[in-house]
C-alpha cells in the first residue's frame, strides 16, 4: 500500500508505539487497535489483563469478538462512527469504554481503536447510583432469584464463523444494548434459545431474572395461570397462598417467550396489554400488578401469514416485531459444520467422561452433504449418538450411517411385508401429516385433533422429519 493518501494501514500497527498512545493506556485500563476487518492489531498488556488473556498468547488477526465476545468495535470500523461512552460486560464485570474509529488522509476507515476507562465501577458510584435509583435496585432475594433464572449461554456459545452467523450476532449485540422487545425467527433448533439468553447476559438486566416459557409445551387450560400467577383461592385446589406467574417472576427482568406462535388466542390480548400498559391482573384477582419486563420472543412459524390467517392478532405481532431478528438454518451457513461439530464433540466427550474423538475428511464430507432439517439440534443428536457408539477415536462417513436392520428386518423386507413397527411408524406419519394439512400447519389445532398434546406433537414431528 502507498503513502499517497497519508496515514495507511500499516501504521495502525505502529500506532501502538506512539507517545499519545502511551499516555492514554497509561491513564486507562487498557486499549485495543482492530484494522479495517475488526482482525486484532494490537492489545495491551493492562486489557490482556482485564480480559483474562495470557500475555505472551498470540492474537493478532484474530477476529475482535473472539476475544471480547460483545465488542462493538466491528460496528464502529464498518459504520465510521465513534461509540464515545459505553457499558461493556466481560468475565462479570462491567467496563466504562469508548471506541473510536480510525482514517486515513482521503476519510477512509482503516481500522479503530478503543479504550477501557474504568474497569471499577465505583469510580462512577454517582452515576450508577442515579442510574439504580432509576432502574430499582434489586434487593438481597431479587439478586436471589436472579441467581436461581441466570442465563446458561452467551454469545461466545453460538458457534460459526461464516458470514451468516456474524452478521447475525452483530445484530444481537446492537440488541443487547437497546431495551426494547425483540423477536427471534427460525426454524427449529437453529440457536434462538442461545440468542435470546446472550442477549439478556449482555443487557443491562444481566443482574435481573432471565424468565423463560415455551408456548408448546404448556397446555391451553394452564397457560393463563403460568403466565399470570393465581390469587389466593382463586378456584378449588388452588393453593391458599397463591402462585406468582411467569410475568411477575421476570419483574426488571427478561422474560423470554418460546414458540410465541403458539400462544393461543384467548391469551394473546391479554399479553398485549402486558406489552403496552406493562401490568397485568392474576387469575382470580381485581388486584392490578404493574412489572418493568424486557420481552423477548421466538418463533419457528410465519406469524405474517398467521395474522393475514387471522390465527394471531394484528396488534401483538406489530407489538412483538419492534426489533426483528432472522437466525439462518444450517444449510445456510455449511462453512462452520466444521468448526461446531468439533465444538460439539469436544462437550460431548467432557460431559461423557469419555476419552476425546475425532472427525476423518470423509466424515466432515458426509456431514456437510446432509440438507439438516433439524439444524443444529440435529447435528447436535447425531454427533453425540455416532460418539457414543462408535469404536474408533476417528469418526468415519460410515459411522454416521444408520444402523443395519436386524435379521428380522430383513427377512420381512425379502418377504415384502413391513414390520410392526414399520407400519406403526408410517401411520402416524401420515396422520401427522394430513392434521397439519388439514390446519393449515396450526399445530396447536392439528395436536388437538390427534387427541394430544403439542409436546407430543412436537416430538413426533421431530422424529418423523415433519
Known sequence: MTRASGFTLEDLSDLSESPL???????????LIVDDHAHVLWISDKYRDVLG?????????????????????????????PILLDLLRSRETWMVVTRIPIRDQADRVIGGI??????????????????????????????????????KYTFAD?????????????????????????????????GKEVLAHAIHHASVRAERPFVSINMAAVPDNLMEAEFFGV??????????????????????????????????????????????????????????IR???RIIAATSKDLKAMVDAGDFRADLYYRLNVLPIEVPPLRDRMEDIEVLANTMIDRIAHNLGMSP????????????????????????????????????PILQAEDFLPPAPDRLHESAGAAGIETLQQTVARAERDGIR?????????????????????????????RYGL
Open 21 to 31: 498512545l502511551t499516555l492514554l493506556d497509561h491513564i486507562c485500563e487498557g486499549s
Open 158 to 190: 453460538f458457534i460459526g464463523q461464516s458470514a451468516p452467523v456474524e452478521q447475525l450476532l452483530q445484530r444481537a449485540r446492537r440488541a443487547a444494548e437497546l431495551d426494547t422487545t425483540v423477536l427471534l425467527l427460525g426454524e427449529t433448533g437453529t
Open 53 to 81: 488473556i495470557d500475555r505472551d498468547l498470540a492474537v493478532r488477526g484474530q477476529p475482535v469478538e473472539e476475544l471480547i465476545p460483545n465488542s462493538m468495535m466491528r460496528q464502529v470500523v464498518r459504520s465510521g462512527q
Open 114 to 151: 478503543g479504550f477501557v476507562f474504568y474497569k471499577d465501577m465505583d469510580y462512577l458510584k454517582a452515576f450508577v447510583e442515579k442510574y439504580g435509583r432509576l432502574r430499582g435496585v434489586p434487593s438481597t432475594a431479587e439478586r436471589q432469584l436472579a441467581n436461581m433464572r441466570d442465563t
Open 291 to 293: 412489572v418493568d419486563v
Open 231 to 288: 390469587a389466593p383461592g382463586a378456584y378449588t385446589g388452588a393453593d391458599r397462598k397463591g402462585r406468582k406467574g411467569k410475568i411477575q417472576l421476570a419483574d426488571k427482568g427478561t422474560l423470554f417467550l418460546d414458540e410465541v406462535g403458539d400462544l393461543p388466542q384467548s391469551l394473546q390480548s391479554k399479553l398485549l396489554r402486558v406489552l403496552q400498559e406493562q401490568e397485568f391482573e392474576p387469575l382470580g384477582s381485581n388486584e392490578v
Open 434 to 462: 394430513k392434521a397439519l394439512d388439514a390446519t393449515g400447519n396450526n399445530r396447536s389445532r392439528a395436536a388437538r385433533i390427534l387427541g394430544i398434546s403439542r409436546a407430543s406433537l412436537y416430538e413426533k414431528m421431530a
Open 357 to 392: 474423538k475425532w472427525l476423518s475428511a470423509a466424515a466432515l464430507d458426509y456431514l456437510r452433504d446432509h440438507a439438516w432439517p433439524g439444524n443444529v439440534r440435529e447435528l447436535q443428536n447425531t454427533l453425540e449418538r455416532t460418539f457414543i457408539f462408535a469404536q474408533s
